[in-house]
């Protein structure tokens, strides 16, 4: 089974300023995808970034990029210039294809706090 | 507009009662999921269905039933409600075989029972 592992339960940053978030996980598996959720104060889940496990590009997302090193199983997530509106809780997720469904499973989350 | 909408978006209850959650998505999409978020925020997948067929049920306790009349609507009925039920259910949808494509959610039903 996979797991998935956020280390830091809670972060703050100063406004404008950037901030990583890290993730590692635990698979066999050489194909599955990797993906960054935000959940703010309202509850919902918001997709932020994905990366395809067979590409070696990082993905990017305007102020958001991850650095994903498949040999060390790690998926960490950048924030830079970070705004208020970037106070949430981020969940890192991970999906591994195959036959049936495709379900995510999720690391523990991260609470981030933008400080004006 | 909504992509994956849930009904009701509260929900108060007595324990012991009978309640459902409806969801609903109008993303084309083959494939839904019910999650469950705790009081720590953790979420784990309770269920997922694939053309009204169910695929995963992941040791969720018989009392949790969910249905799925058409592609579309993927309910989630709960019987005889326990303390432990409180929680944010959320509602998921996706297309299978289109690997890259990220799970759309709904806004979550908070469920207190009382």
């Known amino acids: 089974a996979q797991t998935v592992t956020q280390s830091q339960p809670e972060m703050s940053v100063q406004e404008a300023e950037t901030v990583t978030l890290s993730c590692t996980y635990d698979?066999?598996?050489?194909?599955?995808?990797l993906f960054w959720y935000k959940q703010p104060p309202s509850r919902q889940m918001i997709l932020v970034i994905r990366?395809?496990?067979?590409?070696?590009q990082n993905a990017t997302e305007n102020r958001f990029s991850v650095n994903f090193q498949k040999a060390a199983k790690s998926f960490s997530l950048k924030i830079s210039d970070s705004q208020l509106g970037d106070t949430a809780m981020y969940f890192c997720?991970?999906?591994?294809?195959?036959?049936?469904?495709?379900?995510?499973?999720f690391g523990k989350g991260t609470k981030l706090s933008v400080i004006p | 507009d909504t992509a994956v909408s849930q009904t009701p978006k509260y929900l108060v209850t007595q324990m012991g009662n009978d309640k459902s959650i409806k969801c609903e998505q109008n993303?084309?999409?083959?494939?839904m999921y019910w999650y469950k978020q705790d009081s720590k925020k953790f979420l784990k997948i309770m269920f997922s269905?694939?053309?009204?067929?169910?695929?995963i049920n992941e040791t969720v306790p018989n009392r949790f039933s969910p249905k799925s009349p058409d592609k579309a609507h993927l309910n989630l009925h709960i019987n005889s409600l326990e303390l432990g039920d409180s929680a944010v259910y959320f509602c998921?949808?996706?297309?299978?075989?289109?690997?890259?494509?990220?799970?759309?959610f709904g806004d979550g039903t908070r469920l207190s029972i009382l």
């Open positions: 998921a949808s996706s297309h299978q075989g289109l690997n890259n494509q990220p799970q759309h």
């Open positions: 698979t066999s598996e050489s194909n599955y995808y």
């Open positions: 990366q395809e496990a067979y590409k070696q």
């Open positions: 997720a991970f999906m591994r294809p195959g036959a049936g469904s495709y379900q995510l499973t």
């Open positions: 993303l084309g999409h083959d494939t």
């Open positions: 269905y694939n053309n009204k067929e169910l695929i």
